[in-house]
């Protein structure tokens, strides 16, 4: 049964609603990057640029480097927005948007997440590259899907027991990365994290600038969670919706981050932009080598 109108929205021109883009569009790597104007520095290093489209906080440039191609796009900040990226996405290369019918063979694309992100363990130094081998979300984006089959529950369960969870905020969810691209673009420069997605920036991250915070001490009962060697590694506001998302539609995911801050420390970076920079080089090297 074709996919009401109202579900898959789409523009005039056949594009998906918020992306504005067409299946010929993107290639079957994508790198997402928060920020719209990170998606240049990414793009500075192609050969070729086939497009560039925006829409809204989406901007995306298709293009290669070498043989290889590659779309970038931007998601803007925070989980609802991966929602909408994730799922439009997903519908460019497995659904048929003219009959509006999933498609019988279905398309499994990488996706890697270049970012910015914070240490709270005050060992993992400024300007490190750190991947996300599981993603905890503090949002409730995944429990509006069937997704139980995803979810690491022993270790949220953990995590539940070991903040004192209050039951008025979202159950926390705990995702793994695509384990191939861990493999792939992991090396001897990079560190291997457990990353906590925030639904905030300030209070959700325990900032205090003139609102005081529900539980003063949520940083240091993260960073002191230890669940069979696993501890949380740093924070950030994206990592796992994509990998929440990822895993359910059948995508390889991954997320790379560049620690500008280090909570535990009350550091930040003194080049934030050079330390960016070196893991957009870092990250597209690793991908050409396969």
Known sequence: MPIKASELILNEDGSVYHLNLRPEHISNTII??????RVDSVTKHFDTIELKIKKREFHTQTGTIG????????TGIGTDNIDIVLNELDALVNIDLERREIKDNLTALDIIRIGTSGAIQDSIPLDSFLISEYGCGFDSLLHFYQSNHVQQFEISNALKTHLDWDVKKSDPYVVSC???L?????SDRTITGFTATNVGFYGPQSRVLRLDVKDSDFNDKLASFNYNDLSITNLEMETAGIYGLSKLLGHNALSMNAIIANRALGEFSSNPKDAVDKLIEYTLEKILEN
């Open 32 to 37: 997402t990057v928060g920020d719209p104007d």
């Open 67 to 74: 043989n290889k191609r590659l779309t970038v796009i931007s």
């Open 178 to 180: 695509g384990h191939n």
């Open 182 to 186: 861990l493999q792939q673009i992991s």
